[in-house]
């Protein structure tokens, strides 16, 4: 999902208004707070194991993780 490698990539906190954004041209008025939603919980959910569906690095991981530690 193209929202939660921009997230991290650019190292943004999990915000709704950020996600949104980013979210608004890639849906449907009608699909759209299920798609905010689905990006909040992968981000979430974020571990070593599945960083690779959103062509991250763990080191990538690791500073996006590292910004609220």
């Known amino acids: 999902m193209e929202i939660v490698s921009s997230i991290v990539r650019d190292d943004l906190p999990i915000d709704d208004a950020k996600i949104r954004a980013l979210a608004t041209p890639l849906a449907t008025a009608a699909d759209l707070e299920q798609l905010i939603a689905m990006a909040i919980a992968e981000l979430h959910g974020l571990h070593e194991g599945n960083i ?18």
């Open 52 to 69: 690779a569906r959103f062509r991250l690095r763990p080191s990538e991981l690791k500073r996006w993780r590292g910004r609220s530690e």
